[in-house]
Nanobody
Framework: QVQLVESGGGLVQPGGPLRLSCAASGSIFSIYAMGWYRQAPGKQRELVAA???????NYSDSVKGRFTISRDNAKNTVSLQMNSLKPEDTAVYYC?????????WGQGTQVTVSS
């Protein structure tokens, strides 16, 4: 069993920052990558950012230059620093952990960007 617990969501004004964190626990043997996805109402879940165990990073074009993903391999945590937030960043953000054989999801945390 693998559990992912996200924290840090909330309401923020346009242009403001927010930081999401995700902690993984349980029977974790080999992590290939950890990342963040988001799903806005009426839209499909999409990749925001991901980082592999070898520190290779991939960002969605819509967040490049504004969001920064980081990972602590020793603690099995991944964070997402979000700056210059826009209303279109409003969504439920999900943490994902990918091993060689399975993917695990967190429960999601709401991020709302609004004045």
């Amino acid at each position: 069993q693998v559990q992912l617990v996200e924290s840090g969501g909330g309401l923020v004004q346009p242009g403001g920052p927010l930081r999401l964190s995700c902690a993984a626990s349980g029977s974790i043997f080999s992590i290939y990558a950890m990342g963040w996805y988001r799903q806005a109402p009426g839209k499909q879940r999409e990749l925001v950012a991901a980082i592999t165990s070898g520190s290779r990073i991939n960002y969605s074009d819509s967040v490049k230059g504004r969001f920064t993903i980081s990972r602590d391999n020793a603690k099995n945590t991944v964070s997402l620093q979000m700056n210059s937030l826009k209303p279109e960043d409003t969504a439920v953000y999900y943490c994902k952990l990918q091993t060689g054989t399975a993917g695990y999801w967190g429960q999601g945390t709401q991020v709302t960007v609004s004045s």
